[in-house]
């Protein structure tokens, strides 16, 4: 008889101690997030300080931005600049580097005011 009314007390106690655990598995899981992106944080500071570092006397030349996580698929422009060098570059010696840029530029050029595959390229058809 004794037996059975502790039954309903054990398994009370085994239910919190149970919620007690995913609590503290779900704060562990939130810390390890939170220090995973402190250290990534950390990273680009890093990099942005080296950079800071790198162009002291040339501050009148450079400007430091922060840019968002690189995604290609949202930014259609990276399209164009992957097709852009098998496009005018490809298969091609350049004696120098301002022949490069004026081929480059010349092509930029014709598709200053849009064509079929600038839209193409772009998702904009």
């Known amino acids: 008889m004794q037996h059975q009314l502790l039954l309903p007390e054990i398994q009370a106690a085994i239910n919190s101690l149970e919620a007690c655990v995913a609590r503290a598995e779900k704060e562990i899981e939130e810390l390890t997030e939170t220090r995973k992106q402190k250290k990534a944080q950390n990273r680009d ?3 942005a300080l080296k950079a800071l570092n790198g162009r002291q006397g040339h501050q009148d030349h450079f400007r430091l931005d922060f840019l968002p996580p690189y995604s290609p698929d949202l930014n ?3 399209c ?3 097709f852009t060098p098998r496009q005018c570059l490809h298969s091609r010696y350049f004696s ?3 022949e490069l840029i004026k081929t480059v530029e010349n092509r930029f050029a014709e598709w200053e005011y849009g064509n079929s ?3 193409r390229l ?3 058809t």
């Open 45 to 47: 500071w890093k990099k």
């Open 76 to 78: 259609p422009i990276e």
């Open 80 to 82: 164009v600049w992957k």
């Open 96 to 98: 120098t580097l301002e």
């Open 117 to 119: 595959t600038l839209r």
């Open 122 to 124: 772009c998702a904009l």
